[in-house]
T-cell receptor, first 113, second 109 residues
Framework: EAGVAQSPRYKIIEKRQSVAFWCNPI?????LYWYQQILGQGPKLLIQ????????DSQLPKDRFSAERLKGVDSTLKIQPAKLEDSAVYLCASSLEPLKTQYFGPGTRLLVL | AQRVTQPEKLLSVFKGAPVELKCNYS??????LFWYVQYSRQRLQLLLRHISRESIKGFTADLNKGETSFHLKKPFAQEEDSAMYYC???????????FGQGTRLTINP
């Protein structure tokens, strides 16, 4: 089975610019997660979707971050405007159901200069 | 609050030696604990979960509620065990995973 796909794999932008990341979960997986992993730290959940509804976005900096999963399949995560401290790897994961095993994508490495 | 602590950022052992990666957690209820692994140039993947009580690639982990620990152990390390290991917690009835900072394990030949 195909795994979680993410693009782009790498992105370099200047501060105050905008950036968007895309995630395609494993087919049939209803639950989708976006994590932020800063260098030297473990992944931190930003937002969780169940189909196209948000379950948990308590750690999403909503003044600059937004995410959507309009048709309950693919998802995009946007940062506008980016700050230096947003430099991180952004991981997408999906699971069949909320309490089932999460499968991770390869991540998008973002560098904000 | 839920918290996972992995006290060692780096751990280096020789091939054939025993390995123990430490994980301590803070949670007032009954948590579910996991170990995730990321090999070089590969994705983060689930290694094992405490409710399964199984050994994966020779690794085992026992949940010790008294010490609030979930240490990962392997009696004889192999070079292919070199990777980044993350301990993670899910609260009772919760859906969110909380990760520790990770331990980079290096197995020396």
């Amino acid at each position: 089975e195909a795994g979680v796909a993410q693009s782009p794999r790498y992105k370099i932008i200047e501060k105050r610019q905008s950036v968007a990341f895309w995630c395609n979960p494993i087919s049939g997986h209803a639950t989708l997660y976006w994590y932020q992993q800063i260098l030297g730290q473990g992944p931190k959940l930003l937002i969780q979707f169940q189909n196209n509804g948000v379950v948990d976005d308590s750690q999403l900096p909503k003044d600059r971050f937004s995410a959507e999963r309009l048709k309950g399949v693919d998802s995009t995560l946007k940062i506008q405007p980016a700050k230096l401290e947003d430099s991180a790897v952004y991981l997408c994961a999906s699971s069949l159901e909320p309490l089932k095993t999460q499968y991770f994508g390869p991540g998008t490495r973002l560098l904000v200069l | 609050a839920q918290r996972v602590t992995q006290p060692e950022k780096l751990l280096s052992v020789f091939k054939g030696a025993p390995v123990e990666l430490k994980c301590n957690y803070s949670y007032s209820g009954s948590p579910e604990l996991f170990w995730y692994v990321q090999y070089s140039r590969q994705r983060l993947q689930l290694l094992l979960r405490h409710i399964s009580r199984e050994s994966i690639k020779g690794f085992t982990a026992d949940l010790n509620k008294g010490e609030t620990s979930f240490h990962l152990k392997k009696p004889f390390a192999q070079e292919e065990d070199s990777a980044m290991y993350y301990c993670a917690l899910k609260g009772q009835g919760a859906q969110k995973l909380v990760f520790g900072q990770g331990t980079r394990l290096t197995i020396n030949p």
